[in-house]
């Protein structure tokens, strides 16, 4: 087995690999000295530190340290670093954030964060929109888009449980037989007139009076809409649930109810702030 | 272990005992220990050649390292005046006249790429030159011995002092001589910091215990390791330790000069005695100088082998010795294999230093160089990044036009603030917001970057006739220009519609 290598004179340990043999040689003392003081010290981690995992539980080490405990303790760190940013933000009005760069920066941040927590559901993690949940980077808004604007929206909601929830009624003109089919048609040919789409003329002559008599009071004159009452501006070229043909008709047959929750007792004043001018500096706010 | 038997032997009752001939696996003959203890080393002395080349080298080297945080470098006001300062607190890297922000790190890459090459060249030329003179092991250790010798005497002193019993002068040599390792390495673990921190008021406050904790750590670890790797481990490191030797192999060929033993002319090697005719022997006469001068303490007369660091000191404690018994230099020199058979076949071979492989790496060498020259010359004082938001693609207005929102980054590495203009390039009906801005001016403050978001926005003719076009995505350009340098950067990006009708 073992033979001498004629070479340089050592034993070889008989291993052999394609050829090549392993001399066998010593290892150094201190090699086997360091080794030993790692075995030390794995001793002296398992004592002092968790390293073995039981049936219910780990071995925890007589200096009792925890991995959670330092995470927690750095959390409450941060958020104690931030607390002086967000009592300035319970303090100061939304204008007054934004005109201040530390301020708008630890909003935006703030509420871009609370906003994909929050919001992205349905207004999608850009704040994009999806059909009956507004864009919210465009320039269209129902009921302003002011910074008091979104922020009353936010914290109260629309048609929520909150008593301060903006409200308005798109009535069931069709399901409810105030208008009839024909009628429907009509002041859809209006609609579609006013928001510069292709139309049947004629029809539009006929809307118009219809739409007068139905339409004026939430959509105002011409139908450019009312931010007082949420009533849409019908002129622009942006739609809630679309703008063709057929959903204008189906949205004054059986009308529109979307509804978003109250904000006020999920999320903490200075997070609604903070997602208020996250969202008013989208690009669309006014 | 019934291996053939041979003849038995008959005891007194009669009964055969067989004899079988055969032997333990750890027969105590042939027994090897499983771990050794070390075998100390106590390396002479030796004048020549390449001792004082290995000397200037490790003068220039240490002089190199110690002194080079102290050289100054006026930079104006706001900047660090330091030549070479790793200043992690602003992320800068300050080399001389170059200011390397994070982005371009490629530089350093490319600096290490470079050493790399540079390494494997030197070992394709000259074998393990990197590991006999300038490797910071090969240095310190080299130090360290010298204090070793001044402390307590060249190799013979040193071995007659080891054997000594303790007493009071022997303890007082070995406590000079580990005071003054520590103090080596404590000035090497301090020279290491200076070189991330302002030198001048780092020393300050390192003296007066002002300095930050790791400053104070990572003196304490690289004193612990300097003193422990160059003042007691020495050659173990190279031999245990260092991956170095064993990849060298693959960076070598027959061509390589490497510190070799002409055994052609040397064997046999016999004692001499003055008058003896010098026909039929070799010109070794076995006086074993090579060995006590060699650092890791082989006998390069073996040939060449994983320990040798190519350091030459054993060419020259050999030509000391050939000089006096009157025989030409050189029986151990740098040579080839290829040289080295050749002679032995009293043919001659001239070392060819243009090889592939040598051709390879300095051709490797200078591409990677100009590339860094070209990356380099290239570099701007105003960098600007447009990143494009992608979520939404764009976002159609009420008017019926189209808004695509963008973030930019302005960079300013210029030591001034800057005005910076920004306007659009080939987008027409385009118009470009600031947020934040009522101008489309913004002030980049010196050495920083400001980041601040941009909207575009396309008018509704311009997005009708586009849409109309079957157009959804438009190229244009912004052009970012700094007023007060007059310098312009072009970022060409482009412009989301919605797609058909």
Same mark, same amino acid.
């Given at each position: 087995m073992n033979r001498t290598d004629d070479v340089t004179g050592f034993q070889t340990t008989g291993h052999e690999w394609d050829g090549i043999e392993e001399l066998n040689r010593p290892l150094p003392r201190w090699w086997l000295m360091v080794w030993y003081a790692c075995i030390l010290w794995a001793l002296v981690y398992f004592v002092l530190y968790p390293a073995w995992p039981l &049936?219910?539980? @780990?071995?925890?080490? &007589?200096?009792? @340290?925890?991995q959670r405990q330092t995470v927690a303790a750095d959390l409450a760190k941060a958020q104690e670093a931030q607390s002086q940013w967000r009592q300035q933000i319970a303090s100061a009005d939304l204008t007054t954030i934004e005109k201040t760069p530390e301020l708008f920066q630890f909003a935006v941040a703030g509420g871009k964060a609370a906003f994909g927590d929050n919001c992205a559901p349905c207004h999608g993690t850009g704040a994009q929109g999806f059909t009956g949940y507004? *864009?919210? *980077?465009?320039?269209?808004w129902l009921w302003g888009g002011s910074l008091d604007a979104i922020h009353t929206t936010i914290r109260y909601g629309i048609r929520s449980t909150s008593d301060n929830t903006r409200l308005n009624d798109m009535m069931a003109f069709g399901r409810d037989q105030i208008l009839n089919r024909d009628q429907i048609n009509d002041v859809t040919e209006y609609v579609l007139d006013i928001s510069h789409q292709d139309h049947d003329a004629a029809a539009a002559e006929r809307g118009k009076q219809i739409f007068t008599d *139905?339409? &004026?009071?939430?959509?105002?004159e011409g139908g450019v809409g009312n931010q007082e009452l949420g009533a849409p501006n019908l002129t622009d070229a942006i739609w809630l649930y679309g703008g063709d043909r057929n959903t204008i008709r189906q949205t004054v047959t059986n009308g529109r109810k979307g509804v978003m929750p109250t904000w006020e007792h999920r999320l903490d004043p200075v997070t609604i702030k903070q997602l208020a001018v996250y969202v008013h500096s989208l690009g669309g706010g006014q | 272990m019934n291996d053939m038997a041979d003849t038995g032997t008959i005891t007194e009752t009669g009964t055969v005992v067989e004899r079988a001939d055969v032997e333990a696996v750890n027969a105590k003959a042939t027994r090897e220990t499983l771990y050794a203890e070390r075998v100390k080393i106590h390396p002479k002395l030796v004048h020549g050649h390449w001792r004082r080349i290995k000397w200037a080298v490790m003068g220039v080297t240490l002089a190199i390292y110690y002194l080079t945080p102290w050289i100054r470098w006026d930079r104006? %006001?706001?900047? %660090?005046?330091? /030549?070479?300062?790793?200043d992690f607190a602003n992320t800068r890297f300050f080399f001389f006249f170059l200011e390397i922000w994070p982005q371009e790190f490629y530089f350093v890459t490319g600096l290490l790429v470079l050493a790399a090459l540079v390494l494997f060249l030197m070992t394709a030329l000259a074998g393990r030159v990197w590991c006999g003179y300038m490797c910071p092991q090969t240095v310190w250790t080299d130090l360290m011995i010298m204090i070793e010798r001044l402390v307590e005497g060249d190799r013979g002193r040193r071995i007659v002092l080891d054997k000594l019993p303790m007493s009071g002068s022997k303890l007082a040599k070995r406590v000079i001589k580990h005071a003054l390792w520590l103090l080596v390495a404590l000035l090497t673990g301090g020279a290491w910091v200076f070189y991330f921190g302002d030198a001048p008021t780092l020393m300050v406050d390192l003296v007066t215990g002002q300095a930050p904790i790791v400053a104070y750590t990572t003196i304490g670890v690289l004193t612990a390791t300097t003193y422990l790797l160059g003042g007691l481990a020495r050659e173990q490191v190279c031999t245990y330790m260092c991956p170095w030797p064993r990849i060298q192999g693959a960076m070598l060929d027959d061509e390589s000069l490497m510190v070799s033993y002409r055994g052609w002319r040397g064997e046999p090697r016999s004692h001499y005695r003055k008058g003896e005719s010098w026909d039929n022997r070799g010109d070794c006469i076995d006086c074993k100088q090579c060995v006590v001068v060699c650092p890791m303490g082989i006998d390069i007369r073996d040939g /060449?082998?994983?320990?040798?660091?190519?350091?030459a000191l054993c060419i020259d404690a050999c030509n000391d010795v050939m000089t006096k018994i009157n025989r030409p230099g050189?029986?151990? /020199?740098?040579?080839?294999f290829q040289g080295l058979s050749a002679a032995a076949k009293g043919e001659n071979h001239r070392f060819r230093p243009l090889r592939p492989r040598t051709l390879i790496y300095a051709g490797l060498i200078a591409v990677v160089g100009l590339i860094m020259l070209t990356a380099l010359l290239m570099r701007t004082e105003l960098d600007v990044n447009v990143l494009r938001d992608r979520n939404p693609l764009f976002v159609r207005l009420s008017d019926g036009g189209v808004r695509n929102g963008y973030t930019l980054r302005i960079l300013n590495k210029e030591h001034d603030s800057m005005h910076v203009v920004l306007t659009l390039d080939g987008l027409e009906g385009g118009q470009l917001v600031l947020q934040g801005h009522d101008s489309g001016t913004v002030e980049v403050p010196v050495d920083d970057l400001q980041s601040l978001r941009a909207f575009v926005v396309l008018s509704p003719e311009a997005t009708r006739k586009a849409m109309a076009a079957g157009e959804d995505v438009l190229d244009f350009a912004i052009v970012a220009h700094d007023t007060q340098s007059d310098r312009t950067s072009r970022n060409s990006t482009t412009f989301r519609l919605p797609e058909g009708r």
């Open positions: &049936v219910g539980g @780990y071995t925890k080490g &007589v200096l009792g @340290y925890s507004p *864009n919210l *980077n465009d320039d269209d *139905n339409c &004026v009071a939430c959509h105002g | 104006g %006001p706001n900047l %660090p005046d330091q /030549a070479v300062l790793i /060449a082998q994983l320990e040798c660091i190519n350091c050189n029986l151990i /020199a740098y040579d080839s």
